[in-house]
């Protein structure tokens, strides 16, 4: 579970990378503190540096914040930072798994998950419900496999407030902001794409769905000539998919 300096995809390394610490975030986490509420009691959760929490703390824009990480290395790291920007007395270092992080005592009122799959994301959600109170703001960035996370708010009684997408070093990059306000419902399609961003149709939202159509329209050609047998469903899934994108990107 990666919040760090970039998220852990090919293609992004190097010096780039490096320049990234609790002064300068990327622009990624910038548009995730931009979503912070004032004053907030924040847990984020897969925060590896914790370059996150100690960037909004060393700008007055949130109380205190829990830095959750399950791996060792990170872990340390994250200890490091707080140590080094003198902040232990406002920022906790956890190690522990998703929102097994979170004590009764935090009075958590924000919750950050970022930098890694949306399916990732949903099961720690999932599998930390007891530690959810209902009150907190979810300011989630899934690398992909958005879908299933929003399924998973809706289902859970969650309504998504604010959508973003960002393209950074050749990434398309979202950030959902939801609260549990009661009973949801959203269509497929807004499933899919995102109910606040299929009203907004931004030129960055509408340009990789261009790029998504044309990766859709391979895969299915691909499996066309494909040797072997292919599940069918697997087929109408993304032929399925391929009429919701035309349909989008249709000129109104």
Request: charged letters at 25%; aromatic letters at 4%; hydrophobic letters at 40%.
């Amino acid at each position: 579970m990666q919040l760090a300096l970039m998220p852990k995809v090919p293609g992004i390394r190097g010096d780039k990378e490096l320049q990234l610490n609790e002064h300068t975030l990327s622009m990624r986490l910038e548009r995730v503190a931009a979503q912070m509420p004032a004053g907030a009691r924040l847990a984020d959760i897969g925060s590896d540096h914790a370059y996150l929490p100690v960037a909004l703390i060393r700008r007055g824009a949130i109380a205190t914040a829990v830095a959750g990480e399950v791996a060792l290395t990170p872990f340390r790291s994250a200890e490091r930072t707080v140590r080094q920007n003198g902040l232990g007395h406002l920022v906790t270092v956890r190690q522990a798994c998703g929102l097994a992080a979170i004590e009764p005592q935090d009075g958590i009122t924000a919750i950050s998950i970022c930098g890694m799959g949306g399916e990732t994301i949903r099961d720690i959600l999932d599998n930390g419900k007891a530690r959810l109170s209902g009150r907190e703001r979810l300011i989630l960035q899934p690398n992909g496999g958005e879908q299933p996370l929003r399924q998973w708010l809706m289902d859970n009684d969650y309504r998504i407030l604010c959508e973003e997408l960002l393209r950074e070093n050749s990434f398309d990059y979202e950030i959902i902001v939801a609260e549990r306000t009661g009973p949801m419902l959203y269509t497929p399609q807004e499933l899919y794409f995102g109910p606040l961003q299929m009203q907004t149709r931004s030129p960055v939202f509408l340009a990789k769905w261009q790029r998504m159509l044309r990766q859709k329209q391979k895969n299915l050609s691909n499996l066309a000539r494909a040797r072997q047998a292919v599940p069918e469903d697997k087929v109408q899934e993304i032929a399925q998919q391929v009429r919701w994108i035309t349909e989008l990107i249709a000129p109104r």
